[in-house]
């Protein structure tokens, strides 16, 4: 069974706290992403990685930066927690040239 | 980056009634993908649209891509309660294979 898997499902940090989301996936996917959902407005991408160390900006990536050392794990990190970044935050992967994105389960990231 | 408008945005129903949800861009799309996601969790795909005019039926749910390839919609036939879930489309990656998804239609089916 495919999986993606994100390290945590609710995490609550502080403010000023840097805080790591990590995503693993078991596909050997070239691509994977990260996306941010809010009510109204959607699954918005922060950050994309077509391979190892590799990486591009998305639609939001203030606030944010990502790590990709390994094939298989993507990692989200917010430098400086803010109240605004309270977010679902979901992990996904792709093989290269695909079109069907497998989801992680999301973190639901409070910060305080 | 393309548009991808849904509508309608929110969708609350009775039970046993059917339903159209769509998907409309102004690009032309090699694939369109729909995925339903359900409260606290990921999405999981639904169907992939890929021919212009192709329909596909997944029991109740009836998928259409448009001729030119720019717009889909999807049919619910006697909505059930497990229907209920926030529908989205994302058209492929393109080049660089990055997936934007639309802001979803989020349908409710009341018992």
């Known amino acids: 069974d495919v999986k993606v898997t994100q390290s945590s499902r609710y995490l609550v940090k502080r403010t000023g706290e840097k805080v790591f989301l990590e995503c693993v996936q078991d596909m050997d996917h070239e691509n994977m992403f990260w996306y941010r959902q809010d009510p109204g407005l959607g699954l918005r991408l922060i950050y994309f990685?077509?391979?190892?160390?590799?990486?591009e900006k998305g639609d939001i990536p203030e606030g944010y930066s990502v790590s990709r050392e390994k094939k298989e794990r993507f990692s989200l990190i917010l430098e400086s927690a803010s109240t605004n970044q309270t977010s679902m935050y979901l992990c996904a992967s792709t093989p290269a040239g695909g079109t069907e994105a497998f989801f992680g389960q999301g973190t639901r990231l409070t910060v305080v | 980056t393309q548009l991808l408008e849904q509508s309608p945005q929110f969708l609350s129903i009775q039970e046993g009634e059917n339903l159209t949800v769509y998907c409309n861009s102004s690009s032309v799309f090699s694939s369109l993908q729909w995925y339903r996601q359900e409260p606290g969790e990921g999405p999981v795909l639904l169907v992939t649209?890929?021919?212009?005019?192709e329909v596909k039926k997944l029991k109740r749910l009836t998928f259409q891509f448009g001729d030119a390839r720019k717009d889909s919609s999807l049919h619910i036939t006697a909505a059930q309660p497990g229907d209920t879930g926030l529908y989205l489309c994302a058209p492929d990656g393109g080049r660089d294979d990055k997936i934007i998804f639309g802001k979803g239609t989020r349908l409710h089916i009341l018992p």
């Open positions: 990685s077509y391979d190892v160390k590799m990486k």
């Open positions: 649209v890929v021919t212009g005019g």
